[in-house]
């Protein structure tokens, strides 16, 4: 086992959502450690200067793709071509997602609805989906997959009802895909982090009377226990790497929070 700096040496990862944010620092993680990455993102100007600060870290490690991971088309053809330049894939960070629309229930729109569920769950299915088959021509994979505290552990993001629905249902997906994909040496897990500093907020469209279905509640002092928070992008880049790393070799269909303690107040 090698948990030296060049430990993703020889390795290739696809990255949703690797233009901004979390994905982001991931992509920089892995690519300082030794892997290749392919960035996955719709912003084409954003990922594309992602995409040059890695190459400029080590040439010919990063190749942005222009890709909205709920569209099943644009998701096989990126992964095609990846595993084209890269010659395989090692590691999928299935990270892309938007939060949406915010609205009471009565007030979302079926469109809405659909739009979030859309990008944060089918685009997870099918990142993973079209990767398996490359996954198992190495004999091995990880698999780490981006939910949150919402819908798992906090349910006080009121008007976050598609959004937590999502987040959800990718944990349900990885412990899912976690026993299906153990016999190919696949393993699957999934992150849930707290308030992270990004620019999420961009994707984020409060609609309707929120203040309506806002419950009132006197929370104790302090966000995050731990730190005070929001966290850092590269605090979630460090568990990344570790779950996209030979030392965590036996761990799989587990759900991480990374979070400062944020969700056990809520
Ligand atoms: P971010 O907005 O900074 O980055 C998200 C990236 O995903 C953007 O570059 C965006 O262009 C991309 N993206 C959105 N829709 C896409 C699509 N259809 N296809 C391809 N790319 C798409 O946000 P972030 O905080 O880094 O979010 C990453 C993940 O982390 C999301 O799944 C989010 O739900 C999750 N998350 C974030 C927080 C937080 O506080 N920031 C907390 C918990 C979970």
Redesign the pocket.
Known sequence: MNNGRDRFMGRTAII??????????AAIKLVQEGANVAL????DD??AEVEQELNSIRKGCARAFD?????PERVERSVLEAVEIFGGIDIVFA?????GVLAPIEELSLEDWEKTL???LN?TFLTVKYAIPHLKKRGQGSIII?????GTRVFTGFGMIA?ST??AG?VAFAKMAALELARYKIRVNV?????????????TDRQGDLDEITIPIEYPDGGQPLADG??K?EE?ADLVAFLASDESRHITGSQIFI?GAESLLR
Do not use: E, H, L
């Open positions: 949703t959502g690797a233009g901004s944010g979390i994905g982001k620092a996955f993102d719709m912003k954003r990922t890709v909205d991971t709920s569209n990270n892309a997602g938007i939060n859309d990008i944060n685009g981006t939910s949150s505290v919402n959004y999502t987040k990718q992150i849930c982090p707290g308030a992270i500093s990004t620019n999420i907020d961009q994707s929001p966290g992008p979630v979070d």
